[in-house]
């Protein structure tokens, strides 16, 4: 590989795997972090309105009246599909809820006489208490998870502020990435020439057959550099064409997407638990169900927003198989 070559392809490499860092991986948790904070910073009332509203667009009603004090929140009874739901909603990201806070909740499920019970923090869950939930038939939603299903919700001002956050938080990040990717290039440029020998004086033959030869491998390393550069255009004119969109186009492009995947044979249905996690429940698996993961993979990188989706792949009820995540690249 020729020196310039070599150089495009490590500062290029650098840009792309900066923008994968800042702009979109570091830049969604800031934003996430940035979007509880703002819901800290709400009042009790005003925060539960939305966490109730988000619940609302899933089909949950709330039973009036039967409102009442919690172990340091409240809880609500709501209704869907027929089913009485126990929700329990603890203000403040200093909660960190464990399995005996799950055990207890499950247990004020059964004493209100509902079949389902969920419990919502500002705070984080811990990773047993997870399991715990799942054993009792609980959801959990923590704040990193209840960002994505509240953002919708909040006041444009409080939604732009939040993002305007998360950009100047990785936007610094962005730039150093792509700045030391381009020196790193250089150097790389001027390091693989010094190694490079230089060829002694060719003869007239040598000279036009070499210039021959480099003439025709002129194109190919113009036509290399350009396919990269092409890529890396294509990929801002998607993510600029995805930031242009409505929320309800997005809400329509996930929609869809989970449509897909659950018409496959092998998939049972396919829901959006968080804005970045897929939860994709199996037919049928034989624990590793690689075809099946790039099936999926293909499907959602249609899909330039849901490139780097979460998936988290649901053993059939009566497998031995545990639950297991997949990151698409």
């Known amino acids: 590989m020729s020196p310039t070559m070599y150089a495009v392809v490590i500062a290029v490499s650098g840009v792309l795997a900066s923008y994968w860092v800042f702009g979109v991986r570091r830049r969604r948790q800031a934003e996430v972090e940035a979007g509880v904070r703002s819901l800290a910073n709400m009042k009790w009332r005003e925060c539960v309105g939305l966490v109730l509203e988000s619940l609302h667009s899933d089909g949950y009603q709330e039973e009036h009246s039967t409102r009442q004090p919690g172990d340091g929140g409240t809880e609500f009874l709501l209704k869907r599909d027929g089913e ?10 200093a909660y960190r809820i464990g399995e005996a ?19 919502i923090t500002l705070g984080q869950a811990e990773g047993s208490a997870v ?19 509240v953002d919708r919700y909040v006041s444009p001002a409080i939604r732009t502020a939040v993002r305007k956050e998360a950009m100047a938080a990785t936007g610094k990040g962005l730039y150093v990435g792509a700045g030391a990717s381009i020196v790193l290039g250089a150097l790389a440029f001027f390091l693989m020439r010094q190694i490079a020998p230089e060829a002694p004086p060719p003869a007239r033959a040598a000279v036009a057959a070499a210039a021959e030869k480099a ?29 242009s969109l409505t929320d ?31 939860v994709v429940r199996l037919n049928e698996t034989d624990g590793k169900d690689e075809r099946l993961i ?31 995540w997949r990151q698409c690249q």
């Open 84 to 93: 009485q739901v126990l929700l329990s909603y603890k203000h403040g990201t």
């Open 131 to 149: 399991e715990v939930a799942r054993k009792y038939g609980v959801k959990l939603i923590d704040g990193e998870a209840l960002w994505p299903r």
């Open 101 to 119: 806070n799950v055990r207890d909740f499950a247990n004020g499920v059964q004493l209100q006489g509902a079949q389902a019970g969920i419990l």
């Open 215 to 243: 003439e025709s491998a002129a194109p190919v390393v113009q036509t290399e550099a350009e396919r990269m550069t092409a890529q890396i255009n294509e990929r801002e004119r998607a993510m600029a064409e995805v930031a």
């Open 294 to 324: 790039a099936e999926i993979c293909r499907t959602l990188i249609q899909y330039e927003e849901l490139r780097f989706t979460r998936v988290q792949l649901e053993p059939p009820l009566d497998s031995t198989v545990r639950v297991r």
């Open 248 to 278: 309800e186009q997005r809400l329509q492009r996930r929609a869809d997407a989970a449509g897909k995947l659950g018409a496959f044979a092998e998939i049972d249905s396919a829901g959006w638990s968080t804005q970045s996690t897929l």
